[in-house]
């Protein structure tokens, strides 16, 4: 979708932008303190990311938007994550 310049529309209604890395936990852990510690006006938080980022066949494939994988294919993302051993899947399931 074509919203650009976002960050400038926002502004131009008074809000205050913060524009971040969503794939990087640290800036969106400052940038929600930020937020959380502002008064007088309105913010919005503007995190860049990558659809599916880290998982070879769903990074940046528009059909997966929205899309739950199978198990299968739950199971290959997770690996390519280095996440198998961390998340108890059975037991979630």
Not at 66 to 81: D, I, S
Request: proline share 4%.
């Amino acid at each position: 979708m074509n919203v650009d310049p976002l960050e400038e529309k926002y502004r131009s209604f008074g809000w205050e932008v913060l524009s971040i890395d969503g794939h990087d936990m640290k800036q969106v852990v400052e940038a929600l303190e930020q937020a959380k510690a502002s008064v007088g006006k309105p913010i919005v938080i503007i995190a860049s990311t990558v659809k599916g980022k880290g998982v070879s066949f769903i990074e940046n494939i528009a059909g997966w938007h929205g899309r739950t994988p199978n198990y299968e294919e739950m199971m290959k993302g997770l690996a390519e994550l280095g996440l198998t051993e961390q998340i108890p899947v059975q037991s979630l399931l």
